[in-house]
């Protein structure tokens, strides 16, 4: 009975196991937003305080980053989630003369490294003499977020059902009636879902981010410089913050979902 007890249940603590390996360094982020440490570095138990999360903003210049970083992240996920649907609906839908040239170009975000990217992305700044600050942290932002709202959406559109549009025009509906009314919800768990990666690529960015912000900081920089002086708890706290947030969107989004399923 025991053995056949662990073969039907192996799997699950298996699982368990993988995830909680997984959550743990965000458990001890978690834990250290609370510590209250006396030297300038947050890497040792010293004692609980609610006053790090009170005062998260006590720390000059992390609010303005913090504000900064979500600024870019909403701004640069929304653009490039509209692109990103227009984009992948032209590949699935419409055949076209540099149909496999621009899928090819769709992904080479995907694949280069960041380094490369923030590298040319500067270079491309500096010889149309752009002034670095926020519009080329936007443009930065934008450019590999699209990649992955392409990637998203067009993985929704591959598996879509055209004999629901072919009725609804059938039934006297034009282009932008199906496509508003039929195209649009069926494909809309796909763009959130694209919003909010894209959205999280973009808060979470340092590389690409660190070659073209010029003075401007935004949170993971603020992060790198802080980091080689000292590393205050409302770090911790922030990217706690950040954490619940997409974990929320993230949940929302799945019982979003799970309702319209059961409506349907």
Aim: hydrophobic share 60%; charged share 10%.
């Amino acid at each position: 009975m025991s053995l056949a007890f662990v073969r039907r249940h192996v799997l699950t603590v298996w699982s368990l196991f993988f995830f909680g390996y997984l959550l743990l360094p965000i458990a001890v982020v978690a834990a250290f937003s609370f510590n209250q440490p006396r030297g300038r570095f947050n890497f040792t138990w010293e004692g609980f305080t609610w006053s790090n999360w009170t005062h998260w903003n006590a720390i000059p210049g992390i609010q303005s980053a913090v504000e900064l970083s979500l600024e870019i992240a909403l701004i640069a996920s929304i653009l490039a989630t509209g692109l990103g649907t227009l984009m992948a609906l032209a590949l699935v839908r419409y055949g076209f003369r540099g149909r496999a040239t621009t899928n090819f170009i769709v992904f080479l975000p995907l694949s280069t490294p960041e380094i490369v990217l923030g590298a040319s992305l500067l270079t491309l700044f500096l010889n149309f003499s752009t002034p670095l600050g926020f519009w080329t942290i936007l443009i930065a932002h934008v450019m590999f977020c699209v990649s992955f709202a392409v990637v998203t959406v067009k993985a929704r559109l591959v598996g879509f059902d055209r004999h629901l549009e072919e009725a609804a025009m059938d039934l006297g509906a034009n282009e932008w009636t199906t496509f508003r009314k039929v195209t649009l919800p069926l494909i809309a768990p796909a763009i959130l879902a694209a919003l909010l990666l894209c959205f999280a690529i973009s808060v979470d960015d340092f590389v690409v981010t660190y070659f073209v912000a010029g003075p401007r900081v935004t949170f993971p920089i603020f992060v790198w410089g802080a980091a080689r002086v000292a590393t205050p708890p409302q770090i911790n706290v922030i990217g706690i913050g950040f954490f619940v947030i997409a974990v929320t969107a993230m949940l929302a989004n799945v019982v979003l979902q799970n309702r319209r399923a059961q409506r349907a």
